[in-house]
């Protein structure tokens, strides 16, 4: 079965810190990988997809096939981070349906 | 671009009640997904629409049902309104249901509160 486990839910750090959210998948294919971002208010967004790797808001992440992960990284943490951070799994051949994991809040602290 | 727009945006009903909710994909978008999140979980989906068909479906029961117009809009109805129905509902739209590597966008939400 496809799952995807963010095993912390709340992620605390402080400002300048460095900061990595976990993602661990299973599925037997060649999924796609996305990590979508959830600021207050405001609406589920993409910030990053592994097929692009590239960078956005100083985040990046690296597929490990080996270890089936999608670790999103970033060097030095800022206070507009803060956000519910999701990862997400789609199968390469199907564009609509979105494995989700259950979300990490990250929270920087000044 | 308003990109994808729901509604309502909240809403109560009863056990038992049914409930039409919304959705106009992004400019230029033909395929449309539902998710439902419950509260400290992530979207889980529910199912996909393309060209006027449900192309996918998740594990959900046939008290969910949907519909897709020719102008690509979407509706998701839920009948016999049960507590644990109560979730924020996410639409999301892309291009084409065939192409990966298209973008998701998802919608600000419906929150169905059922008492």
């Known amino acids: 079965a496809q799952r995807v486990t963010q095993p912390e839910k709340l992620l605390s750090v402080f400002k300048g810190a460095p900061v990595e959210l976990k993602c661990n998948y299973s599925y037997s294919g060649s999924p796609e990988l996305f990590w979508y971002v959830q600021y207050s208010r405001q609406r589920l967004q993409l910030l990053l997809r592994h097929i692009s790797r590239e960078s956005i808001k100083g985040f990046t992440a690296d597929l490990n096939k080996g270890e089936t992960s999608f670790h999103l990284k970033k060097p030095f943490a800022q206070e507009e981070d803060s956000a519910m951070y999701y990862c997400?799994?789609?199968?390469?051949?199907?564009?609509?349906?979105?494995?989700f994991g259950q979300g990490t809040t990250l929270q920087v602290k000044p | 671009d308003a990109g994808v727009t729901q509604s309502p945006t909240h809403l109560i009903k009863t056990r038992g009640q049914q409930v039409t909710l919304r959705c106009s994909p992004k400019?230029?978008?033909?395929?449309v997904s539902w998710y439902q999140q419950a509260l400290g979980q992530g979207p889980q989906f529910i199912f996909q629409?393309?060209?006027?068909?449900?192309?996918q479906r998740g594990n959900f029961p046939d008290r969910f049902s949907g519909h897709q117009f020719p102008n690509y809009s979407s509706e998701l109805n839920v009948n016999a309104l049960l507590l644990g129905d109560s979730a924020l509902y996410l639409c999301?739209?892309?291009?084409?249901?065939?192409?990966?590597?298209?973008?998701?966008?998802f919608g600000e939400g419906s929150w169905l509160t059922v008492v």
């Open positions: 997400a799994l789609r199968r390469s051949s199907n564009t609509g349906k979105l494995i």
């Open positions: 629409y393309y060209e006027e068909e449900e192309r």
């Open positions: 999301a739209s892309s291009f084409s249901a065939g192409s990966s590597g298209n973008t998701i966008y």
């Open positions: 400019s230029g978008h033909d395929t």
